[in-house]
């Protein structure tokens, strides 16, 4: 059972000189890959300064325990998808279909992270631990925004008194996609992906005429 204090995400200092931030990067960095290797049950503080090569004191400076640092890393692969997503939207041609904008949205989120250290315990992680798991709420509500950028890019018309929710329900559709699509030690399922791209564009056309 996970006590209350263990859930404590708040970050006890950010680093601001350089020789802090080395040890601030060195304890994530070894966070990623402890999540690669033992999962998100396996490991501890005490691992963790172990790994990064680091006193137990550098990590309670900056963390109060392991959730705080792993939330610090799904914030950090949070803001690279939606970061990676804006970018591909705002580069986008203005003839380009709406289904083909929505593939490549998912293709942009995918290839941006596929690589990432400790990706599927990370998002593991996300879904069963409560702190954890309002980092991915959260996120999906910034996945939302995308998306409604993305459609006024391209000229989609979605009912405006719906527009909200429309983009909610897909912000929580895509990232539990994608949850699916990395279990059972699997990058990314490409038969998942092609799944959500059709759940995607199947739901937005019940709200776009033939002529759109």
């Given at each position: 059972m996970i006590e209350k204090s263990e859930l404590d995400l708040g970050l006890r200092k950010q680093p601001k000189q350089a020789r802090a931030r080395k040890t601030w990067e060195k304890i994530l960095n070894a966070t990623a890959l402890l999540l690669d290797e033992k999962g998100f049950d396996g490991i501890n503080t005490n691992l963790i300064a172990e790994k990064a090569e680091v006193n137990i004191s550098a990590i309670y400076k900056y963390?109060?325990?392991?959730?705080?640092?792993?939330?610090?890393?799904?914030?950090?692969?949070?803001d690279k998808q939606t970061?990676?997503?804006l970018e591909y939207i705002r580069g986008l041609e203005s003839s380009i279909s709406w289904q083909d904008m929505l593939s490549g949205m998912v293709d942009t989120m995918i290839e941006g992270t596929r690589n990432e250290v400790g990706l599927i315990a990370l998002q593991s992680a996300m879904l069963a631990t409560p702190g954890l798991?309002?980092?991915?709420?959260?996120?999906?509500?910034?996945v939302a925004k995308v998306f409604?950028?993305?459609?006024?890019?391209?000229?989609?018309?979605?009912?405006?008194?719906?527009?909200?929710?429309?983009?909610?329900?897909?912000?929580?559709?895509?990232?539990?996609?994608?949850?699916?699509?990395v279990s059972k030690g699997k990058r990314?399922?490409?038969?998942?992906?092609e799944e959500l791209k059709r759940m995607q564009?199947?739901?937005?056309?019940?709200?776009?005429?033939?002529?759109?």
């Amino acid at each position: 059972m996970i006590e209350k204090s263990e859930l404590d995400l708040g970050l006890r200092k950010q680093p601001k000189q350089a020789r802090a931030r080395k040890t601030w990067e060195k304890i994530l960095n070894a966070t990623a890959l402890l999540l690669d290797e033992k999962g998100f049950d396996g490991i501890n503080t005490n691992l963790i300064a172990e790994k990064a090569e680091v006193n137990i004191s550098a990590i309670y400076k900056y963390f109060p325990n392991k959730y705080a640092i792993v939330s610090t890393l799904a914030i950090r692969l949070n803001d690279k998808q939606t970061d990676l997503t804006l970018e591909y939207i705002r580069g986008l041609e203005s003839s380009i279909s709406w289904q083909d904008m929505l593939s490549g949205m998912v293709d942009t989120m995918i290839e941006g992270t596929r690589n990432e250290v400790g990706l599927i315990a990370l998002q593991s992680a996300m879904l069963a631990t409560p702190g954890l798991k309002e980092i991915y709420r959260n996120s999906n509500k910034e996945v939302a925004k995308v998306f409604l950028e993305a459609f006024e890019r391209c000229g989609v018309l979605l009912p405006q008194n719906k527009k909200t929710l429309i983009g909610n329900c897909v912000g929580e559709i895509v990232p539990a996609m994608l949850d699916y699509s990395v279990s059972k030690g699997k990058r990314f399922d490409p038969k998942v992906i092609e799944e959500l791209k059709r759940m995607q564009i199947g739901y937005i056309s019940t709200y776009i005429d033939d002529k759109d």
